[in-house]
Structure formats: C-alpha cells, structure tokens
C-alpha cells in the first residue's frame, strides 16, 4: 500500500524511485534529447529577457537603460499596429480556420464512397504540405491584376469586371485582409479537419440507429448528437490554438508589401524590420523588448485559454 | 564570454533566423613565414611556395599564419569551386585561409550574431547600410595608415582613388572596396522602340511618349494594341541604398532617404518638393498603365521574366554583366535581343551609383596589418592574386586551353571562362571582382580576361561610369538606429499609398507628420549634423 501525501498524491520511496528509473532507463535515455532541447532552446533564452531593459546593438556591452525600449515601443505607431494586427488576423484566422475544418469533416463524415472520402481527404491535406512561399507564389499567380490572373480573368469573362479594372486583390488595403483569410484557410483547413475526423469516427453508430428508429432526420441527427459530441473537441482546439495566436509571422511576411503594411504588419515582421531592414544597426534591446510583450501577451492568453478550458471542460490544459 | 554566448543563443531563438552559432574558428597568428610576399605593387604576384624570405619584404608588417574570413555569396560558392579557390589563394600566399560563406540571403543575419557571439572572423565583407554602424559601434579596425603607406595606393595602378575617399567616415578608413559599386542603368528594346517609331528618348516628355506607345500600341508587333505596357520594377522604392534606382527617370533629383548637400549638411530628399514631385509622377505614370500594375508585388526575378517574355520593353537593370545576361535570355525566348542602354534622360542628369560593399578588418583581429597586405592589399596586385578574385581559379572556373566550351571552340591561349558547375549550360562570368569595375588595373594594362567580355556588357558599363554619381555613405548615429527602421517603413507604405492607392501627396504627408515620420526625420538630420561639428 501506497503512502499519501497531503495533497493525497502517492508518495513513493527514493529506493523505489530509483528501481523504477534504473528498469526504465532506456525511456530516461531517449528522453534527453528532449530535456537538452528543451533548456537549449526555450530556458536558456530566458536569461536574455533582461537585454530589454538595454540599449545593446551586438558589439559594444549592453546599457542599461531602463524601460526606455518599453516607452518608445507604446508610444509607436508601427507597434500598436503591428499588435493589433496580430490579434486581429490570428482571431480571426483561428475562427474562419476551426469553423470551415468542422463544416468540411462533417460533410466528409457523410460521404459513403470510402474511396472517393479518402481522396478528398488527401487532396485536401496537401496544401498544409506546400511551403508559405511556394503557396505566395502560386497565389500572387492566381490574384495577379491581369488577365493572366486566373481569379481576374473569370470575372472579366462573367461580366464582372471590366477589362482594364482588374484587382489588385494582393496590392490593395481593401482586399489583402480577406485574401489573407482565404490563403489561409485553402492552405490549413484540410489539415484541421484531421482532429474532428477522429472525433467523428468515435462517435456510437448506434445513437444514429437510435434516433433514425425515433425518426429524426439528418439534420437533427447532426444537430442533436454530431454537434454536441464535437462540441468538446471544437472548444478544445479552439483553446490550444488562442494560446499561439501571438506567434504569426511566415504567412504575413510571404504575402506583405509596402502597400497593405497598416493591414499587414504584424508583430514578428515588426521585429524582422527592426533587426534587418533599418538602415542601421539593429538595437536588440528594443527587439527583445517587442519579443518580450510578445511572449507576455502568449502568456496571458495561455493563463486565459486554461481558465476557459476549465470553466468548460472541467479541467484545465496545464 | 558566458554572458555573450547566452545572448547569442537567446537572439537565435527570438529571431527568425535558423541558422545560429556559425562557428568560426579564429587561430590567428603570428608568424613565421617562410612564403613569399603577395603584393607586389611593381608586378610579379610572388608564389608562396616560390618565395624565399621575403616575407617582410618592404616592411615590418608580420605575415598571418591563417586568415578567417567572413563573406557572403559574392565570391565563389562551395557549389562554384570555392576549394580551388581556396587553394590558389593559399598557394599564392602561404597562408592558410578560411572561408565562412553563410547562405547568401541570411549573410547579415549569420555576420550579426556572430559579433554579437564574440568570436569574430579576421575580415568581414559589409555592405554600405553596415558599413558605418559598425565602424561607428568600434567593431572594424582603423586601416587609414595601412592604406596610405601601402604600396598598392603608390602602385599608380589604381584608376578610381575618390571611392576610397568616400569610404572615409570621420576622416578615418574602415573599410576597402576593391571595385565600384556599379548601379542601373535603363535598357529599352531596340526593336520595340523601331516598330513605334521613336528613337531612344531623351528628356521625361519622349520617355513618357514612349511609355505611351509601348503601353498603348503595338511594340511588340504582335498585331493587338494595348497588351503590352511600359516598364516594371520590383517595387516602387528599393531595399537598400541607392533606393529609387529602378524607376530613375520618374524619381530624377528625388532621393527618398538621407543624402549630403554641397555646403556638407545632411537632408531627407523625402520631405523635400522633389520627392513629392517624383510621387506625382509616379501616380501618374502607374494609373496611365505605364507601370507594370504588380510592381509592389515583383520581385526582381518576375520583372527578368517578364522582360524577356515581351510583355514590356523598358528595364532598369544593372549595368555590365547584366547587360548580356539580359540579351542573351532575351535569344533564348526566341525575342529580338537588341537592347539599347540609354545614357540618362536630361531630368534625371546621372544615374546613381551605389556603395560597394567594402571589405573591413575586425578590431578583434591580432594581426590586422598583416591581413590588410595579405588579404586585402594582395587582391589588387595587378597579376595571378587579382585574376584569382577577378575570374576565379585557373583550370576551374577559367582555362587559355584550346577546347570548346558550350558550343565555343577556344585556341591554346585563348582565355576563357568555363561552364557554371552549379548552373550547366551557362558559362561563368566573373568571381567577386567584376572587371569593368576593379579600381586597379592589372600591371600593364594586361588583364588576361578582358578580350572575353562581350561588347555590350562593355558598353553599358562605360556608359554607367560616364553617366553616374556615387552615392555617399550615411554615417551611422544612435538616433538613427533608434527611428530609422519605422521611419523607412512609413516612407515606403506612404509611396504605395500615393502611387497605387488613390491617395493624395498632400493626405499622405499628412499621415506623415501625424505617425511620427517628420520628428524622427528631424531627429535623424539633427544627429547627422551633429556628427559635422
């Protein structure tokens, strides 16, 4: 029998602990790699957060400054653009992007074919595959304010537009956001379809068979047990993803361009202009002074995405 | 040390760079040297295994035993033959050289966090937005007296000493080109500008007429009016200076950053009348289909392609080498290959010349003279040395051996280059120095290539020279690297705006004030001028 701690966790002997790692030590092995990762790449970085407080271009030692970067970084315009940028396109990225995997994984749910369902399945996996700058490409070919576009030259052909008045749906602050959304969600929606497929497919037929014998229809076999039983998964993905919505930076910075920057700038290619493209050697305290909001900001929303989840699902996700 | 490294690390995560830690060893030396010297400012390039003991020939200056140096994809690559470069080099010297070449587009990347990392490569290769800051931050060595007591300046080989001048900040040298930095010039399709009659324009007026009749008719002889258009650019404003380069005849006296006037002050052409003139120009000529409507999205491959698919007939391009890139894709897409370069149109007086990238020698390197005569100094000896920078290694990227190359028949002694290991089917054409743009001639004026170089890459850059102003260094300031990077981001989302969204140059540079941009423009000019005091 197990002792209880306080907190009525089993509390187990040094002696028994160290049976237990020395029988298992082929998992503690391969485990290090990841635990090396782990303090390389995420811990030991930590100790560069007081360079925020410092005026620190590379080569000289860093100096103090105090919260200096923080007073030019509020009183910014390209930064509280840049923020609300970032919020806003991660959102509603996020939303659009959760919303269309649902609807498609319920509509792939539905087909019998399980030839053509597979199919579909991986025709529309693929994009997640292609690299953000290829996808740019095919795209900036696709949107081009030609007739060589293929989006301008069908609503040239139905009468949409006239010839000579195409868009220029990549070069214009009107358009950039929706296509942006629209980029987004051809790319990684296949992809996210993938949770809620899984969640179907663990769905009782019999609640089907049930309710066809109460004579319910399709749609209020989806409505009353399709819908709830995703429910949980939907909030749950919803929930994991809020929490990285700060860390935007590939898609935009393939798809910017001087004209859309107000809609465009978000806060990771804030940083890259900052630190490349300044004219000048790059102050890093400043940079890491953005890095730092930035990772507060996650933080916050990761602190926010747990209190959901508990209120929730009962039970938080750390 | 421990504190450098766990910010080099914590800048490798933070940023977007994959590429952290590039390892370069720094075993400097101290010398010995058994090998002969390599410059030779009178003529002979000496050979390092040839050598006796001269290796403090003409001076005291002590020989390095190894050389690290950090360069980015403008001299050959690993792919290219970087080896045999390396050896002749070695071979020609006696000392032992290391290259670091990270990938050519994360260069300034990989070169900042290796400062930052505190293991610093004996010489560095920087362009001129670097130049300045990191001289002004203390990192690169003081080479002034290297280069005025040197014997290359009193070879009387060299034929452009006002661009060393130039690379003076504060009255000190940090760094050393060993050529110009070469610019654009605007070529215009001979054939196109024959089928609407019109010869090469002159002044704005015929340059917009000929926008008009390559937009509006037939220049391409196709039999449709109107699918062609005037000229495309990969972008409105440029990334680095020069910046309004590739649209020259709409910017003309325009300069869109920071610039020194006559009297010595510094200025911001952008809030001045002539910007906004150049803006007005712009709008016009885009929203008159003159402009290749994707141009904020092009980037300078689409304009190559597009160029040599015919679908406009005015490029602003780089001038020599270039120059026969372009016609000689123009033959492979089976379109006329006559390209006229034009001399700059009367509005615009010169076209402009950018700041070469300037090779500096790192204030942390133990033996700075003698890496400034060995490796700097020796690229400009006037023989084996500066053919090894100009064209490459012998039998690797260059051979006088009678063969044919790519469907060329070469005779024994003929000098020419050899096909591309990385891009078969094409021939190389330089190594790092460019011929038509080294600012030293080879002794007697015997440069072994110069007969191969083709007619019209010759011509364009003649014409360029003639008709060029070199741009001059900005000086680095606190102020400037606090406001510089927002304020170039205002300046060009404010240039799209005008010339692609319908704004007006009055709205616009109301949103100039109203974001910040005039202050830290202010703020910028103040420090600048400070800096004259």
């Known amino acids: 029998m197990k002792k209880k701690g306080s907190a009525g966790v089993a509390v187990v002997s040094p002696k028994k602990t160290r049976k237990y790692v020395i029988k298992y030590k082929s998992f503690y092995i391969m485990f290090i790699p990841v635990i090396l990762f782990t303090l390389v790449f995420h811990y030991l970085p930590l100790f560069g957060l007081g360079y925020a407080f410092t005026e620190f271009r590379g080569i000289k030692d860093p100096e103090f400054i105090g919260l200096e970067n923080f007073t030019r970084m509020f009183s910014s315009q390209g930064f509280l653009n840049a923020f609300g940028n970032t919020l806003k396109l991660s959102i509603v990225k996020l939303i659009l992007n959760t919303g269309l995997a649902v609807i498609i994984s319920l509509m792939l749910n539905e087909i019998k074919s399980l030839k053509f369902k597979k199919t579909t399945q991986t025709i529309i996996y693929l994009p997640h595959f292609m690299s953000w700058v290829v996808t740019a490409s095919v795209f900036t070919l696709i949107l081009s304010p030609s007739q060589e576009g293929l989006v301008n030259a069908l609503l040239v052909n139905l009468g949409i537009l006239d010839k000579g008045q195409e868009i220029y749906f990549l070069g214009s602050k009107k358009w950039w956001t929706p296509m942006f959304y629209v980029i987004n969600m051809w790319k990684d929606t296949g992809w996210g379809t993938i949770i809620f497929l899984a969640t179907l497919s663990g769905i009782s037929p019999e609640l089907y068979e049930a309710a066809t014998m109460d004579g319910a229809g399709r749609w209020a076999q989806m409505r009353f047990i399709t819908m709830p039983a995703l429910a949980n998964t939907i909030i749950t993905v919803l929930i994991l993803n809020l929490a990285k919505v700060m860390n935007l930076f590939e898609s935009v910075f393939v798809l910017q361009n001087t004209a859309v920057i107000q809609q465009a700038d978000v806060l990771q290619t804030y940083i890259y202009t900052q630190t490349f493209n300044s004219g000048a050697l790059p102050n890093y305290g400043y940079t890491t002074a953005v890095g730092v909001v930035k990772s507060l900001v996650g933080c916050v929303l990761v602190l926010l995405c747990n209190y959901l989840s508990k209120k929730v699902r009962g039970r938080g996700i750390i | ?533």
């Open chain 2, 1 to 533: 040390m421990r504190k450098r490294k766990l910010m080099c690390a914590f800048m490798a995560t933070t940023m977007v760079a994959s590429t952290m830690l590039a390892g370069c060893s720094n075993d400097k030396s101290s010398n010995n040297g058994t090998e002969a010297n390599a410059t030779q400012g009178s003529g002979t390039t000496a050979s390092g295994t040839e050598g006796t003991d001269d290796n403090k020939a003409g001076s005291d200056v002590e020989k390095p035993e190894k050389i690290t140096v950090m360069v980015d994809g403008t001299v050959v690559t690993k792919e290219n033959g970087q080896a045999e470069f390396e050896k002749k080099w070695e071979e020609l010297t006696g000392i032992d050289i290391e290259i670091i070449q990270p990938d050519h587009s994360a260069y300034y990347d990989v070169l900042g966090q290796t400062f930052a990392g505190g293991d610093w490569p004996d010489v560095v290769l920087l362009g001129s937005t670097y130049y300045a800051g990191y001289a002004n931050e203390g990192a690169l060595w003081d080479m002034t007296e290297a280069w005025e007591n040197s014997e290359l300046k009193a070879s009387g080989r060299i034929n452009n000493e006002e661009l060393i001048d130039s690379l003076y900040l504060d009255g000190k040298l940090y760094g050393f080109s060993p050529a110009r930095g070469n610019g654009c010039v605007t070529y215009v399709k001979k054939a196109w500008l024959d089928n609407v009659g019109l010869d090469a324009p002159t002044n704005y007026e015929e340059y917009l007429e000929m926008l008009d009749k390559f937009t509006n008719g037939d220049p391409d002889g196709n039999g449709i009016d109107g699918d062609t258009y005037g000229v495309s650019a990969a972008g409105l404003i440029g990334t680095e200076a020069p910046y309004v380069n590739y649209l020259p005849e709409f910017y003309q006296d325009a300069y869109s950053s920071f610039y020194q006037k006559e009297d010595g002050t510094w200025a911001d052409g952008f809030t001045e009348d002539s910007m906004k003139e150049a803006l007005t120009r712009l709008k016009e000529a885009y929203e008159a289909g003159y402009i290749d409507k994707e141009t904020l999205t092009n980037k300078t491959s689409d304009c190559r392609t597009k160029f040599y698919e015919d679908k406009f007939g005015v490029f602003t391009y780089w001038a020599g080498t270039w120059a026969t890139n372009l016609k000689t894709n123009l033959a492979n897409n089976d379109r006329d290959d006559e390209l006229v370069a034009l001399e700059p149109i009367a509005e615009l007086g010169n076209y402009l010349e950018r700041q070469a990238p300037v090779w500096a020698i790192t204030s942390k390197c133990e033996n700075p003279e003698g890496v400034f005569k060995y490796f700097i100094e020796s690229m400009l000896d006037g023989g084996d040395m500066q053919t090894l920078w100009t064209y490459g290694a012998e039998g690797t990227h260059w051979s006088t051996k009678a063969e044919t190359i790519l469907g060329v028949t070469y005779e024994e002694g003929q000098f020419h280059m050899l096909e591309n290991l990385e891009k078969p089917g094409t021939a190389y054409t330089k190594n790092h120095i460019d011929p038509l743009l080294s600012i030293a001639d080879f002794i007697d004026d015997k440069d072994p290539g110069i007969d191969q170089i083709a007619e019209e890459a010759r011509e364009s850059a003649e014409m360029f020279i003639e008709n060029s102003t070199l741009v001059v260094t900005v000086p680095s300031t606190d102020v400037m690297s606090q406001y510089n990077g927002d304020l170039t981001t205002l300046k060009n989302s404010i240039i799209a705006d005008v010339v692609t969204q319908g704004v007006s140059i009055e709205d616009a540079y109301a949103r100039f004030e109203k974001e910040g941009g005039a202050d830290w423009s202010q703020a910028i000019v103040d420090s600048l001028n400070e800096l004259n005091k």
